[in-house]
């Protein structure tokens, strides 16, 4: 058994001065859940159901609890002591984006229960058993740039201003969470074999698929299509998602990715 002090010399041998940025940027970027105008009054965008409303937000509230536990996993799996660390941040990131997006759930009714095809994409990452770089590619790069993506969205062309406020906020923390993916993983790819490339690859094709197939059917109801993400949008972000993998030395072209998940 190796001594506690040879496995912590280990974790310290990669260091990289972005990522170190990238923690310091946290610890400066800490915000508050007690800094939002909460005497304001929740805007329902019109002929949009509060049922739809409140649905989509509780997804939002059940996808931080979600990538709570893929960080603590992540934490027991990551060989190196510096990522260690931001994932650390990330963690009490996510937490206080779970709390937020409560809070202000609390102020229109209850928080809906999790969607069912978006429980069972949790489930299909949770069950991964490959590399760990295989987590933070799902997490880090697919899901916070999604959540980039969808947060964005939702500042655009959503009414309330609580919400905007809260979402401005939360993306800047998102951000900072999808560049330690892109920084990390441009170093640690590269070292895994073409095998547990092609494993990666393949399990994040099949849950790009399921959460395609978690949209076709959600908000269908007249009114509700702001809160909606098309295929089309999702096809969009697919091949800037295929440009990433190529960067990160995942695989050797953008087209190396199926076409089957479009």
């Known amino acids: 058994m190796p001594r506690l002090v040879d496995v912590m010399d280990d974790s310290h041998t990669y260091h990289s ?68 660390r931001f994932i650390c941040t990330q963690m009490n990131d996510e937490a206080r984006h779970a709390d937020v997006y409560a809070k202000y759930i609390q102020m229109l009714g209850k928080i809906a229960p999790v969607n069912e095809r978006l429980a069972d994409i949790f489930s299909k990452t949770l069950a991964w058993t490959g590399s760990y770089c295989g987590l933070i590619v799902a997490l880090n790069v697919v899901m916070e740039s999604e959540a980039l993506n969808q947060q964005r969205k939702r500042i655009e062309t959503l009414p309330c201003p609580i919400f905007k406020a809260i979402n401005s906020r939360i993306i800047q923390d998102e951000a900072r969470h999808s560049g330690f993916g892109f920084i990390y993983m441009r170093d640690k790819l590269p070292l895994l074999s073409e095998i547990e490339k092609n494993n990666i690859i393949t399990w994040i094709e099949g849950l790009w698929s399921d959460w395609k197939l978690a949209n076709e059917d959600r908000y269908l109801e007249t009114g509700a299509a702001i809160l909606r993400t098309s295929p089309e949008e999702l096809d969009i972000r697919l091949k800037a998602q295929q440009r990433m993998f190529c960067k990160l030395g995942l695989v050797t072209s953008p087209h190396a990715v199926t076409e089957e998940v479009l």
């Not at 409303?53 to 990551?78: G, N, P, W």
């Open 17 to 84: 001065p972005q990522l170190q940025q990238l923690i310091e940027k946290s610890g400066l970027s800490n915000w508050s859940i007690s800094e939002f105008d909460w005497d304001q009054t929740p805007i329902v965008p019109n002929d949009v159901t509060i049922t739809d409303y409140v649905d989509m937000i509780s997804q939002l509230y059940h996808a931080e609890l979600f990538t709570l536990k893929i960080c603590a996993r992540l934490i027991t799996e990551i060989p190196d002591f510096q990522a260690l």
